[in-house]
């Protein structure tokens, strides 16, 4: 079982498209996908059409110990889901305050099997639900916006990565780096990614998502971008992205 955090402490650079419609695309190559969503915001939980608000338990409960997360756990015509409510931010909070508050999500996929990967979408910052995430996976998928301080945000990310590394994750590795909402004719775009080619290397994923208008539209139908447009760029993309994560493990 591959568990893969997708970060990023900067705000919508894709982290939900990516781990929704990566999930996906994985799913259509007959992998078993779980997907946890870890913020707040719920937008994973929403962009696959379930209604939060509506459920008794979700992601907050099981990182209070109240119950596992096959107890909130949803299923689409696909994937499985572990979702999310506001009353995320709340356990946040809550969380400060108990034992093992960082280590409490890998706790709760100790027992889970039956899975070829997890995928976890983070919130856009390095509280503790993200470090819970980091804690629980071995891979980090990173999505950047190839844009003006993209790569000063990646250091300053790499560096907290260091850091759980060495305090509570020896196993966490960098996967990838993925271009999100890319567009070939901004020289911008084509200067910043050769720029973190130049300083990570192989660790810039091949594929890039490019930007395109029914990967920000299929969430309002509550659809991921293979059910929504399975012949728009976006799908195109994710598709390779999935190939590729299959091809290659950690770095
Ligand atoms: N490749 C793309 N082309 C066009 N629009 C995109 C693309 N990827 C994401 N978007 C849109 O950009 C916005 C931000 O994307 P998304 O929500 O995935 O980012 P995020 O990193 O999860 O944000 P947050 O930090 O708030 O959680 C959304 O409206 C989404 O639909
Ligand atoms: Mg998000």
């Not at 070829?116 to 891979?139: Q, R, S, Y």
């Amino acid at each position: 079982m591959r568990t893969i955090v997708v970060l990023n402490q900067k705000g919508g650079v894709g982290k939900t498209s990516t781990t929704v419609n990566l999930g996906a695309a994985l799913a259509r190559q007959k992998q078993r996908v779980l997907l946890l969503d870890l913020d707040p915001q719920a937008h994973l939980t929403y962009s696959l059409g379930i209604m939060a608000h509506q459920l008794p338990r979700t992601m907050g409960a099981v990182l209070m110990g109240e119950c596992g997360l096959m107890d909130v756990v949803r299923e689409t015509a696909d994937l499985s889901v572990v979702p999310a409510s506001v009353a995320l931010a709340g356990t946040e909070v809550d969380l400060a305050g108990v034992e093992r508050r960082e280590t409490r999500l890998k706790e709760a996929l100790a027992g889970i099997d039956g899975y070829d990967f997890v995928l976890m979408d983070c919130p856009p910052n390095l509280g503790l639900l993200t470090l819970n995430a980091m804690v629980a996976g071995t891979e980090l998928l990173v999505p950047v916006q190839p844009e003006f301080l993209a790569l000063q945000s990646l250091g300053k990310l790499m560096e907290t990565v260091g850091a759980i590394r060495a305090g509570w994750n020896p196993d966490l590795a960098l996967t990838g780096i993925v271009l999100t909402r890319y567009q070939r004719h901004k020289k911008l775009n084509r200067e910043t990614r050769r720029n973190i080619r130049d300083y990570f290397g192989d660790a810039l994923l091949e594929t890039t998502i490019r930007d395109n208008i029914s990967l920000a539209e299929a969430p309002s139908f509550g659809q991921d971008i293979f059910t929504y447009k399975p012949r728009s760029n976006g799908a195109a993309d994710y598709r390779n992205l999935a190939l590729e994560l299959l091809r290659r493990g950690a770095l």
